[in-house]
């Protein structure tokens, strides 16, 4: 019996413990199930797979920081684990140092107009940008004109805080003066790509007859208290009128329309001649009589308004 028994006991402790050792596997296999369950996890949100161990909330993707490019650490809360928004990026180790960026830059000109008259104003911008399309300041433009009639407020300029300068540009003579301005800009001794240079600038010219600027006179001048000084009334002797037109300028105008000008005499007996252009801004007529008289006038007018005073053209 003790025999029985003593064997019935030694085979329930050997079948325990094969119990307790597949219990023990059993659960080691679940724990690894359960750890691999709880450590993959893909954050599909970032286009990741990141894993944290059930007591440390943090896993480690790739990341970028300034000057570096290399392996992050990024933390996170328990599971479940939140967008990937709410992450927290730590500082980055073990990169490689990130080659330095290559700043380039690149600069525009424009003007506020390509025509303008001749003794105004057009004014030439140049803007300087780098490739991050940030302003550059303290650039250093220089601008380069072809033509003696063009004239610019400076050569060089440097940009603002804006990234920008500018010069006038002006004229002595009427024109279109072809790819006549040329802008060029560095930036630390590096060249800008420059667009918009050279630049076409026009200057016009709109003569406009000035009824101030313009005289009429009559020769010889006749003085009323000496008769001597009077042309004859013979139809042969005569007075010239003359017209000196002039813009507002004050320069000759020598293209006047003939029909435009228009001489008129009072008196009795007075012949104007035509119109003559004497090619340098004047034009003149001759007046004549044969009826002799003091009181007789001569006045000029143009395009209908009178040019100047009426003068007196006696004849003995």
């Keep these: 019996m003790d025999t029985s028994r003593n064997r019935t006991t030694l085979n329930n402790q050997r079948a325990g413990g094969q119990r307790k050792v597949r219990n023990r596997i059993l659960a080691g296999v679940i724990a690894v199930i359960g750890l691999f369950s709880a450590t993959a996890v893909t954050a599909s949100a970032c286009g990741y797979y990141y894993y944290y161990p059930v007591y440390t909330p943090v896993y480690t993707v790739p990341c970028y920081t300034t000057g570096y490019y290399g392996y992050g650490y990024y933390s996170c809360p328990a599971p479940p684990p939140p967008p990937c928004s709410t992450c927290s990026c730590g500082s980055c180790g073990g990169g490689t140092p990130k080659p330095?960026?290559?700043?380039?830059?690149?600069?525009?000109?424009r003007l506020d107009r390509s025509s303008a008259e001749v003794g105004e104003l057009i004014w030439a911008t140049v803007t300087v940008t780098d490739?991050?399309?940030?302003?550059?300041?303290?650039?250093?433009?220089?601008?380069?004109?072809?033509?003696?009639?063009?004239?610019?407020?400076?050569?060089?300029?440097?940009?603002?805080?804006?990234g920008q300068c500018q010069v006038s540009i002006s004229s002595t003579s009427a024109g279109t003066y072809r790819d006549?301005?040329?802008?060029?800009?560095?930036?630390?001794?590096?060249?800008?790509?420059?667009?918009?240079?050279?630049?076409?600038?026009t200057f016009t010219e709109t003569i406009v007859?000035?009824?101030?600027?313009?005289?009429?006179?009559?020769?010889?001048?006749?003085d009323p208290n000496n008769r001597a000084t009077w042309p004859v009334a013979d139809g042969v002797d005569y007075?010239?009128?003359?017209?000196?037109?002039?813009?507002?300028?004050?320069?000759?105008?020598?293209?006047?329309?003939?029909?435009?000008?228009?001489?008129?005499?009072?008196?009795?007996?007075?012949?104007?001649?035509?119109?003559?252009?004497?090619?340098?801004?004047?034009?003149?007529?001759?007046?004549?009589?044969?009826?002799?008289?003091?009181e007789s006038t001569a006045k000029v007018a143009y395009q209908s308004r009178q040019v100047g005073s009426t003068l007196p053209i006696p004849f003995s």
């Design 131 to 162: 490739s991050n399309g940030r302003q550059v300041r303290d650039a250093n433009v220089n601008f380069r004109k072809s033509s003696a009639a063009i004239s610019l407020s400076a050569t060089t300029c440097m940009t603002d805080s804006s």
């Design 100 to 109: 330095p960026a290559t700043i380039t830059y690149s600069a525009t000109l």
């Design 180 to 201: 006549e301005i040329e802008a060029r800009a560095t930036v630390d001794g590096k060249n800008a790509t420059m667009s918009g240079s050279p630049a076409t600038v």
């Design 209 to 222: 007859f000035s009824y101030d600027k313009s005289t009429f006179d009559v020769f010889p001048v006749a």
């Design 239 to 294: 007075y010239v009128g003359k017209l000196v037109a002039k813009d507002t300028k004050g320069r000759p105008m020598t293209g006047l329309r003939l029909g435009d000008i228009n001489f008129t005499a009072t008196g009795l007996a007075i012949r104007i001649t035509d119109v003559t252009s004497e090619g340098d801004g004047s034009y003149t007529v001759h007046y004549t009589s044969t009826v002799a008289q003091w």
